[in-house]
C-alpha cells in the first residue's frame, strides 16, 4: 500500500467547455500526499508514459462509447504500466448494458463478455430479482433466437403501449427512441435532434431519413450493434430518476434528476433538472435497490466509486408481465412477486460526474476511501 504517490486522471482529448468536478480532487489529494496529474487523454494512451503513475483513476471518459475496443486497448495497456481504478475487469464488464443481462451480476458474465456477445444465455424478457432491474429484452446482432431489433420490440408491444429501444453501447441517451402499439409498421421519417448532433459531434449514420415503416427504421440503425428494448416508465416524466453515488460500499450523497416537461431524458444537456436530495429524504425502496446493486457486483470488494441509478417500477409495468406468467416471451424472478417499488436503471462504474460541486462531502468521501485502499 503506497503512503503516497503520483495519480493520474484519464480524460477525453478535449476538455474545453465540459464541467470536470474531479479538479476539485486535485488539492485535497495534495494535502494528503499524492500528486494529481488531470485530464489525461486516454486516446493518447500509447503516447504517455504510464510508469510515472502508481495509480490511474478513469474519470472523465465521456467519448469512450464512440470507440469501445480502442478504449478496451487503453486500458488493458494502461494497467500493464500502473494500478486502475476502478477495475478494468470491472469496467469492461460494465461497458455494455448487457451486463443486466447477468441476472446476479456474476464473475462468469465477465469473461462470457470478453470473448462474444454471441456466447451469452439469454431469455427474451428478464426481471432480475437481486437486484430489481427493468423488465428487459437483449437484442444480438445474428443472433436467431431474439431475431431482429423490430421483432424483439413488436413481442414488447404485444405487453406494453410504449416501448423504448437504445443501444447497448451509449451514453446520453444517443440513439434511444420511443415507440408507441400502433406506429411499427407506420411510415417513418427520422429528423435529426439538434442536441444530440451538437453533444455528440456528428449526425446520426445513416444512408436514408425516410423509411417504410418504424421497423425498416429500428432495424437499420441497430442492424449491427447490440441493443436493449424496455417498457417505457411514463412516471419518469414526472417523478424523474435517482442516482446515488456510493465510494466503496459507502453511500456518499444522491441527486434527483427530473426531465424538462414533455420529455423524458434525464441528462441536463437534454433540459433535465438536477438537484441534491438528503439521503433521509430518498423515497422507501431506492436506497435498498441501490445497496442490493452494489451487493451483487463481481468483485471481492465494492467499486472504488460507482453510481446507481434507480426509477420507479409502476404496477402498470409489473400487471402485463403476470398475467404473462411464464410465456415464451417473458421469464420473471421469484423474488419480483414483491409489490412493485423501485427498478435499477443502470450501474455506471466508468465514468459518472460525482457532483462535487454541490456535494461537497463527497470530495471528502472519495478521498477518504481512496487513502484506505491506497494510503495518505
Known sequence: MCSSGRLGFLSMDNTEGWCIYDDMLVEPFKARGWAVTPRIP?????????????????????????????????????????????????????SSKLNLQDTSFTVSLVSKLQESYHELERSSFLIDASPRILPTAFVVPGDVYTGSPSAAVGRAL??????????????????????????????????????VVELRGRETQLVTKEF?????????????????????????????????????????????????????RSQEDYGAVHHRVDLDSLPAGVCECASRAIQALPLDQPPLYSRMDVVVLPKSIMEPLAREGSSTHFTVAEGNRE????????????????????????ITNFIEEFCKRHGG
Open 339 to 362: 409489490p412493485p417499488g423501485y427498478a435499477l436503471m443502470e450501474a455506471e462504474l466508468i465514468e459518472p460526474s460525482l457532483y462535487f460541486n454541490v456535494a461537497s462531502e463527497g
Open 42 to 94: 486516454w486516446r493518447r494512451f500509447r503516447e504517455h508514459d504510464w510508469s510515472q503513475y502508481d495509480i490511474v483513476v478513469v474519470r472523465s471518459t465521456w467519448d469512450y462509447q464512440d470507440d469501445l475496443t480502442l478504449f478496451h486497448a487503453a486500458l488493458d495497456h494502461i494497467a500493464s504500466k500502473c494500478a486502475v481504478e476502478n477495475s478494468v475487469t470491472l469496467m469492461k464488464w460494465n
Open 158 to 195: 404485444e405487453s406494453f403501449e410504449e416501448v423504448v429501444i437504445k443501444p447497448a453501447v451509449g451514453a446520453s441517451s444517443f440513439d434511444t427512441f420511443r415507440i408507441k402499439r400502433g406506429e411499427l409498421q407506420a411510415p417513418y421519417i427520422f429528423v435529426e435532434d439538434p442536441t
Open 212 to 264: 417504410a415503416t418504424q421497423a425498416a427504421f429500428i432495424d437499420e440503425l441497430f442492424s449491427d450493434i447490440p441493443c436493449l428494448v424496455q417498457p417505457f416508465v411514463a412516471e419518469i416524466m414526472s417523478a424523474g430518476e435517482y442516482s446515488l453515488f456510493y465510494f466503496g460500499g459507502s453511500l456518499s450523497h444522491a441527486m434527483h434528476k427530473v426531465p424538462k416537461a414533455g420529455d423524458y
